[in-house]
């Protein structure tokens, strides 16, 4: 049971390049949210999945697209990236239904770079 | 809007007690967390409470919920080298996708 896991965990990019990042969960959650992290500013929601097919905008969405094909696999876009979407990128995910259900698990994150 | 409230910094010697402090301002939250972030890593489920509990403990942790002054704390007991870290505050409400979180208060743990 391997969690959380997001790739790349590194990636420097140059203004205007197109990058995925891959999450993906093997714990059968239901929902899937990507968050970015910035010094002194906590986490900001991206986007996020309720369910296989679904997505939504979170706080900060500009810039970024998603997908959810299957269940297990949350992909962020960044089609034309930008220096200031220059950050740390976690994936998680959490349960629907059950005890805990509003517990979310966190990957390991992905530090990009555009220059 | 919503908002959670830290203090950034925090420091204390090996073998004292650590308390962190957060505020919210959502009289709606059902669960109040706390993360653990180490260095290059994710975030840690260390704990949470149910917004109907006043105290909750977990070996050296402690866990205090003011729910009229929309205040947590998390105490850790015997601080150690290894709890230095950034611990993150967030809160949710139950059923609904929303979470949200603190800016993290950095542990900085004296030997």
């Known amino acids: 049971n391997a969690g959380v896991t997001q790739t790349p965990k590194f990636r420097v990019l140059k203004t205007g390049q197109s990058m995925t990042l891959l999450c993906a969960q093997d714990m059968n959650h239901e929902y899937m949210y990507w968050y970015r992290q910035d010094p002194g500013m906590g986490l900001r929601l991206i986007h996020y999945s309720v369910g296989e097919g679904t997505t939504a905008k979170g706080e900060v969405p500009d810039g970024y697209n998603v997908s959810r094909l299957k269940k297990q696999n949350f992909l962020l876009g960044l089609e034309s990236a930008a220096p200031s979407q220059t950050s740390v990128y976690f994936c998680?995910?959490?349960?629907?239904?059950?005890?805990?259900?509003?517990?979310?698990?966190f990957g390991p994150g992905t530090r990009l770079t555009v220059l | 809007g919503e908002d959670v409230e830290q203090s950034l910094f925090l420091s204390v010697r090996e073998g004292d007690s650590s308390v962190i402090n957060c505020t919210y301002t959502d009289s709606s939250s059902t669960y109040l967390y706390w993360y653990k972030q180490e260095p290059g890593a994710g975030l840690q489920l260390l704990t949470y409470?149910?917004?109907?509990?006043d105290m909750k403990q977990d070996q050296r942790l402690t866990v205090l919920l003011n729910k009229k002054d929309k205040h947590l704390s998390l105490r850790i007991a015997d601080t150690q080298t290894g709890d230095s870290a950034i611990y993150f505050c967030a809160e949710s409400t139950g059923g609904t996708y929303k979470y949200i979180f603190g800016t993290g208060t950095r542990l900085k743990v004296l030997a």
């Open positions: 998680a995910s959490r349960i629907s239904g059950g005890a805990d259900t509003d517990t979310q698990y």
């Open positions: 409470i149910f917004s109907n509990m």
